[in-house]
């Protein structure tokens, strides 16, 4: 099972790249909470632990021939679709949205696992049909992320579901899909949000329109973006240096 070329394959310039990211991350997320939090590193540690974690799974799952997981494809996504539907039964509601499962001393969140188990199924989905030429081709892919999109959507998770179809477009277009496709499936996506933004709920319009005006709702959904523009206003081109962000002193 084990497959020692991936190994010898593996590419160091992305891990590395990807631990530089983390490291600054890391320095960011300290500086950011520092202050407000007087000097507590809670959130590094969260975030230390997680890259961490992440490395051991990444490995773990380097030392596998991917061959073998495209093989097990159809049972991940059962599995993943029958996960988030527990999560409506037996899930934990948290800032409005029943997306958490308590596991023993932690609660865990399926959606973010999702996230995974629909790349892995979906690069296997478009590797056995091949090139995509016509819109007709489009059908079972599209079946294949909106049932883990309207379930998301249900919870109610209006960020992951939007996660899962930027995947799915993602993917679509690495994929080779045809130009005219392509478009015209960015095309009737675009005709369909007015459709969209009505079914949406009050609070999920409500967080969308801040984002275009933050200024529609200073203290509420749109506060954590006038306080973005300032800080970057306020330092300019080169900030105020570490540890000294105006809005992480609440000043």
């Given at each position: 099972?084990?497959?020692?070329?991936?190994?010898?394959?593996?590419?160091?310039?992305?891990?590395?790249?990807?631990?530089?990211?983390c490291?600054?991350?890391?320095?960011v997320?300290?500086s950011?909470s520092?202050?407000?939090?007087?000097?507590?590193?809670?959130?590094?540690?969260?975030?230390?632990?997680?890259?961490?974690?992440?490395?051991v799974?990444?490995?773990?799952?380097?030392?596998?021939?991917?061959n073998?997981?495209?093989?097990?494809?159809?049972v991940?996504?059962?599995?993943?679709?029958?996960?988030?539907?527990?999560?409506?039964?037996?899930?934990?509601?948290?800032?409005?949205?029943?997306?958490?499962?308590?596991?023993?001393?932690?609660?865990?969140?399926?959606?973010?696992?999702?996230?995974?188990?629909l790349v892995?199924?979906?690069?296997?989905?478009?590797?056995?049909?091949?090139?995509?030429?016509?819109?007709?081709?489009?059908?079972?892919?599209?079946?294949h992320?909106?049932?883990?999109?309207?379930?998301?959507?249900?919870?109610?998770d209006?960020?992951?579901?939007?996660?899962?179809l930027?995947?799915?477009?993602?993917m679509?277009?690495?994929?080779?899909?045809?130009?005219?496709?392509f478009?015209?499936?960015?095309?009737?996506?675009?005709?369909?949000?007015?459709?969209?933004?009505?079914?949406?709920k009050?609070?999920?319009?409500?967080?969308?329109?801040?984002?275009?005006?933050?200024?529609?709702d200073?203290m509420?959904?749109?506060?954590?973006?006038?306080?973005?523009?300032?800080a970057?206003?306020?330092g300019?081109?080169?900030?105020?240096?570490?540890?000294?962000?105006?809005?992480?002193?609440?000043?």
């Amino acid at each position: 099972m084990f497959n020692k070329k991936l190994w010898k394959n593996f590419d160091f310039a992305l891990l590395i790249t990807v631990l530089l990211i983390c490291t600054f991350s890391a320095v960011v997320i300290s500086s950011a909470s520092h202050a407000v939090e007087t000097g507590s590193y809670k959130n590094v540690i969260v975030q230390i632990v997680a890259v961490l974690f992440g490395l051991v799974f990444l490995f773990a799952i380097t030392l596998f021939d991917y061959n073998q997981i495209a093989r097990l494809s159809k049972v991940i996504y059962v599995l993943n679709i029958l996960v988030l539907i527990s999560v409506l039964f037996i899930g934990k509601v948290s800032n409005g949205a029943q997306s958490w499962i308590h596991v023993g001393p932690i609660d865990i969140q399926p959606s973010e696992f999702s996230k995974i188990a629909l790349v892995l199924t979906l690069a296997n989905l478009f590797n056995e049909m091949g090139e995509i030429k016509t819109f007709k081709d489009l059908v079972n892919p599209l079946i294949h992320v909106l049932i883990p999109f309207v379930i998301v959507m249900l919870q109610p998770d209006l960020g992951t579901a939007l996660v899962f179809l930027a995947i799915f477009i993602g993917m679509l277009f690495i994929s080779g899909v045809k130009p005219k496709v392509f478009a015209g499936l960015i095309a009737m996506g675009i005709a369909m949000m007015p459709v969209a933004y009505k079914i949406l709920k009050p609070y999920q319009r409500n967080r969308l329109l801040s984002f275009i005006n933050p200024n529609l709702d200073p203290m509420g959904s749109g506060y954590h973006v006038i306080q973005s523009k300032i800080a970057i206003g306020s330092g300019m081109f080169w900030g105020k240096g570490l540890y000294n962000g105006s809005q992480t002193q609440l000043y």
